[in-house]
C-alpha cells in the first residue's frame, strides 16, 4: 500500500496507468503469453485482466 502522502505525480502517473490497463484489456488475450515471460511487474497486468 502507498504511504498517506502520496505525492500529486505519483497519483497522475496511477491514473495513466489505469487508462493504460483499460486499453490494453481488449488485447489482454493475446497477450497472456508474453506477460507470463515478463518480470513481475508485468505479471501483475495480468490479473488487471
Not at 491514473?15 to 490497463?21: A, S, T
Not at 488475450?29 to 490479473?47: F, I, M, P, Y
Request: glycine letters at 4%; hydrophobic letters at 20%; a positive charge.
Amino acid at each position: 500500500m502507498a504511504p498517506p502522502s502520496v505525492p500529486a505525480e505519483v497519483k497522475k502517473q496511477r491514473e495513466r496507468d489505469r487508462g493504460k490497463k483499460r486499453r490494453q484489456q481488449s488485447r489482454c488475450q493475446g497477450q497472456t503469453e508474453r506477460l507470463q515471460e515478463a518480470d513481475s511487474h508485468e505479471t501483475v497486468r495480468l490479473w488487471a485482466c
